[in-house]
Nanobody, 114 residues
Framework: QVQLVESGGGLVQAGGSLRLSCAAS????????VAWYRQAPGKQRDFLAS???????NYADSVKGRFTVSRDNAKNTVYLEMNSLKPEDTGVYYC????????WGQGTQVTVSS
Protein backbone atom coordinates (compact mmCIF):
# COMPACT_ATOMS: atom_id res chain seq x y z
CA GLN A 1 0.00 0.00 0.00
CA VAL A 2 1.33 3.43 -0.98
CA GLN A 3 2.16 5.69 1.94
CA LEU A 4 3.04 9.36 2.06
CA VAL A 5 4.28 10.66 5.40
CA GLU A 6 4.67 14.37 6.06
CA SER A 7 6.95 15.68 8.79
CA GLY A 8 8.65 18.88 9.89
CA GLY A 9 5.67 20.85 11.07
CA GLY A 10 5.57 22.69 14.36
CA LEU A 11 5.20 26.05 16.03
CA VAL A 12 7.19 28.96 14.68
CA GLN A 13 7.11 32.72 15.11
CA ALA A 14 6.12 35.00 12.28
CA GLY A 15 9.09 35.62 10.00
CA GLY A 16 10.54 32.22 10.77
CA SER A 17 11.18 29.20 8.58
CA LEU A 18 10.31 25.53 8.43
CA ARG A 19 11.10 22.71 6.07
CA LEU A 20 8.47 20.08 5.53
CA SER A 21 9.26 16.63 4.19
CA CYS A 22 7.03 14.18 2.37
CA ALA A 23 8.51 10.70 2.35
CA ALA A 24 7.01 8.04 0.12
CA SER A 25 6.95 4.28 0.36
CA UNK A 26 5.80 1.73 -2.22
CA UNK A 27 5.83 4.41 -4.90
CA UNK A 28 8.70 5.73 -6.99
CA UNK A 29 8.41 9.43 -6.31
CA UNK A 30 10.44 10.51 -9.31
CA UNK A 31 7.69 9.14 -11.54
CA UNK A 32 4.98 11.18 -9.80
CA UNK A 33 3.86 14.76 -9.89
CA VAL A 34 3.77 15.93 -6.27
CA ALA A 35 1.97 18.86 -4.73
CA TRP A 36 1.54 20.51 -1.34
CA TYR A 37 -1.77 21.74 0.00
CA ARG A 38 -2.78 23.55 3.16
CA GLN A 39 -6.02 23.42 5.10
CA ALA A 40 -6.64 26.20 7.59
CA PRO A 41 -9.20 25.71 10.35
CA GLY A 42 -12.71 25.88 8.94
CA LYS A 43 -11.49 26.37 5.38
CA GLN A 44 -11.05 24.26 2.27
CA ARG A 45 -7.80 22.62 1.31
CA ASP A 46 -5.82 25.03 -0.88
CA PHE A 47 -3.07 24.37 -3.40
CA LEU A 48 0.36 25.75 -2.47
CA ALA A 49 3.04 24.31 -4.72
CA SER A 50 3.76 21.48 -7.11
CA UNK A 51 6.69 19.81 -8.80
CA UNK A 52 6.52 17.72 -11.94
CA UNK A 53 8.57 14.69 -12.90
CA UNK A 54 10.72 17.08 -14.91
CA UNK A 55 11.22 19.28 -11.84
CA UNK A 56 9.06 22.09 -13.16
CA UNK A 57 7.51 23.95 -10.25
CA ASN A 58 4.37 25.98 -9.78
CA TYR A 59 3.24 28.08 -6.81
CA ALA A 60 0.14 29.75 -5.52
CA ASP A 61 0.41 33.53 -5.50
CA SER A 62 0.11 33.54 -1.71
CA VAL A 63 3.40 31.67 -1.27
CA LYS A 64 5.36 32.65 -4.37
CA GLY A 65 8.79 33.94 -3.41
CA ARG A 66 8.53 32.51 0.12
CA PHE A 67 8.06 28.76 -0.40
CA THR A 68 10.21 26.41 -2.46
CA VAL A 69 9.32 22.86 -3.45
CA SER A 70 12.06 20.38 -4.33
CA ARG A 71 12.62 16.67 -4.54
CA ASP A 72 15.40 14.25 -3.62
CA ASN A 73 14.82 11.19 -5.75
CA ALA A 74 17.50 9.19 -3.97
CA LYS A 75 15.59 9.62 -0.71
CA ASN A 76 12.18 9.30 -2.36
CA THR A 77 11.25 12.54 -0.62
CA VAL A 78 9.78 15.88 -1.60
CA TYR A 79 10.38 19.00 0.46
CA LEU A 80 8.63 22.29 1.04
CA GLU A 81 10.97 24.99 2.28
CA MET A 82 8.94 27.77 3.90
CA ASN A 83 10.43 31.16 4.71
CA SER A 84 9.04 34.45 5.97
CA LEU A 85 6.14 32.62 7.53
CA LYS A 86 3.00 34.55 8.41
CA PRO A 87 0.20 33.76 10.86
CA GLU A 88 -2.09 33.13 7.89
CA ASP A 89 0.19 30.24 6.89
CA THR A 90 -1.16 28.31 9.87
CA GLY A 91 -2.87 25.06 8.97
CA VAL A 92 -2.42 21.39 8.25
CA TYR A 93 -0.05 20.79 5.36
CA TYR A 94 -0.61 17.81 3.08
CA CYS A 95 1.43 16.34 0.28
CA UNK A 96 -0.20 14.51 -2.57
CA UNK A 97 1.21 12.44 -5.40
CA UNK A 98 -0.33 11.60 -8.76
CA UNK A 99 0.85 8.38 -10.35
CA UNK A 100 -2.09 6.71 -11.96
CA UNK A 101 -4.07 7.23 -8.78
CA UNK A 102 -3.87 10.16 -6.39
CA UNK A 103 -2.41 9.58 -2.97
CA TRP A 104 -2.49 11.82 0.12
CA GLY A 105 -0.49 11.92 3.29
CA GLN A 106 -1.98 12.36 6.73
CA GLY A 107 -0.81 15.96 7.10
CA THR A 108 1.45 17.85 9.45
CA GLN A 109 0.42 20.85 11.56
CA VAL A 110 2.12 24.20 11.10
CA THR A 111 1.31 27.00 13.51
CA VAL A 112 2.73 30.48 13.00
CA SER A 113 2.41 32.82 15.97
CA SER A 114 2.32 36.57 15.64
Amino acid sequence: QVQLVESGGGLVQAGGSLRLSCAASRITFRLAAVAWYRQAPGKQRDFLASITTGDNTNYADSVKGRFTVSRDNAKNTVYLEMNSLKPEDTGVYYCTALLGSRYWGQGTQVTVSS
